[in-house]
């Protein structure tokens, strides 16, 4: 038996693997984009195969499609959504513009399997064929659009409950660690003093605001131009086909999904993708700014501030025995970097697309799709791995607080700015604290320096009501 049959495009005949379900298209696409090996996501191949099944429905209601021809692809639908046919999705994410290659390979398992059903054989394409049947009213330029949003809109309960997660735990801490006394530092030198979970409570605030900007942007990913074919005018598609489509998919999948406006202004833009994904930028930011600071406020043990002690997940060097570094702050921010290197690429795709048509969706898609997998599992990991583990090096952290030239800031109502100035620069000098030297100097009494200086004065224990 040949380990491939013989099937024809519109191009001319093509040598397909005789087990494949994908088809000529497929192969022609594989040949043509050796380029990266990845392809797009499985939430992807899930999103299109709900929108091929609804579609199919939809046109056997409306009297287009037989009812038996219908069927078989909900069935073919069925089992790609139960990852029956994962290894036969098998185009690069760079590819043919607006997706053509991964929705031809889509069409093309779908439509071999539903002949299959039906009793015909792979690569004959009778009584179902891939583009006439199975593409029944639609478009590429409607349908990846339509898939990537499911994709998201599905992705996107579990990236708020990761953030919220976050969230979460960073307030606990703030919570334990309301009394605990430490030196404030702007630019990165020492200030005033203040309470540890002060800090804890700015980074969950970040996160919060953050999730709530996340879950702004993602209801507009509500509104599908599914129906507006090729460019959004419906050619080819019936007059109440898209109202019923997506209301069909609104049914099956659970997803707040609605019919756009204007399917024209849909089909060519993707300003919703572009602000979806600015929102995903921005909390990478705040995930930078505070593994950075987890990473500084923790550094040492003996030789760095120490203030704070991470929980050892992992041995921290191959070399230097007993070291154990700051590996959920290190891989937060490495995921962070990818989330905006992400949100660069997609801009570029967004702002290059012309008249009808935005072609540069497939990388885009790929893009989005992968920034909202890895933070929210960023997020999870660090919240359960990292936050909830961290303990306070109290006595150091008030040390710190009590040592802190920044004290003198309480004395310049009393002596001036310039004469304040000068004590702290003898402090620093002379390697004394705040309080030595102006009692020394005769400033003060050492009764008014231990209360005029007493760091508990400058900040109070927070008070924090858990949501």
């Known amino acids: 038996m040949p380990a491939t049959r013989l099937e024809h495009d519109a191009l001319g005949q093509v040598r397909v693997p005789r087990q494949a379900y994908y088809g000529a298209q497929t192969v022609r696409a594989l040949a043509n984009f050796p380029i990266s090996g990845v392809t797009l996501q499985p939430e992807i191949v899930h999103a299109i195969a709900w929108v091929k099944r609804a579609a199919a429905e939809a046109n056997a209601r409306l009297g287009l499609l037989p009812r038996r021809a219908a069927s078989a692809i909900r069935r073919a639908c069925d089992e790609i959504l139960a990852d029956q046919w994962s290894d036969q999705f098998r185009v690069d994410i760079y590819q043919a513009g607006a997706g053509t290659s991964f929705h031809m390979n889509v069409n093309e398992v779908i439509a071999n399997r539903a002949n299959e059903l039906l009793g015909g054989h792979r690569g004959q394409y009778r009584p179902l064929h891939p583009n006439d049947h199975v593409n029944m009213a639609q478009s590429t330029n409607d349908v990846v659009p339509t898939a990537v949003r499911l994709a998201l809109l599905a992705k996107l309960p579990a990236l708020l409950s990761s953030m919220a997660q976050l969230e979460r ?68 598609a019936h007059p109440r086909y898209q109202r019923l489509v997506v209301r069909l998919l609104r049914q099956w999948t659970k997803l707040p999904v609605q019919p756009a406006r204007d399917l024209v202004h849909a089909t060519q833009d993707l300003g919703d993708l572009a602000r979806f994904s600015s929102s995903l930028r921005d909390y990478a930011l705040s995930l930078i700014k505070i593994a950075n600071d987890l990473r500084l406020m923790s550094s040492g043990p003996l030789t760095g501030l120490a203030e704070i002690t991470l929980p050892a997940v992992q041995p921290g060097s191959s070399i230097m025995p007993g070291k154990v570094n700051p590996v959920m702050a290190e891989m937060l921010t490495m995921v962070s970097f990818q989330v905006i290197a992400n949100d660069l690429a997609l801009a570029l795709a967004v702002q290059a697309g012309q008249l009808e048509l935005n072609v540069m969706l497939p990388a885009a898609a790929y893009h989005l799709v992968h920034s909202v997998t890895i933070v929210t599992n960023a997020s999870r990991v660090v919240a359960v791995r990292c936050i909830r583990g961290i303990q306070p090096n109290v006595a150091r952290c008030r040390r710190y607080a009590e040592s802190s030239a920044s004290l003198v800031t309480a004395l310049v109502p009393l002596i001036g700015y310039e004469q304040a100035a000068q004590v702290a620069q003898r ?41």
């Open 169 to 236: 735990e960073l307030l606990r801490q703030a919570r334990r660690f309301g009394h605990v006394l430490k030196s404030a530092r702007t630019h990165l030198q020492d200030a005033v003093p203040i309470h540890l979970g002060r800090n804890f409570q700015a980074w969950a605030l970040m996160v919060r605001e953050a999730r709530q900007h996340v879950r702004a942007a993602g209801r507009g990913l509500a509104a599908l131009n599914l129906g507006g074919t090729a460019v959004g005018t419906g050619v080819n």
């Open 427 to 467: 402090a620093i000098r002379e390697g004394q604290t705040i309080r030595d030297v102006v009692v020394a100097q005769g400033l003060l009494s050492a009764a008014q320096a231990r209360r005029l200086l007493d760091p508990r004065r400058w900040t109070k224990p927070m008070r924090l009501r858990l949501p």
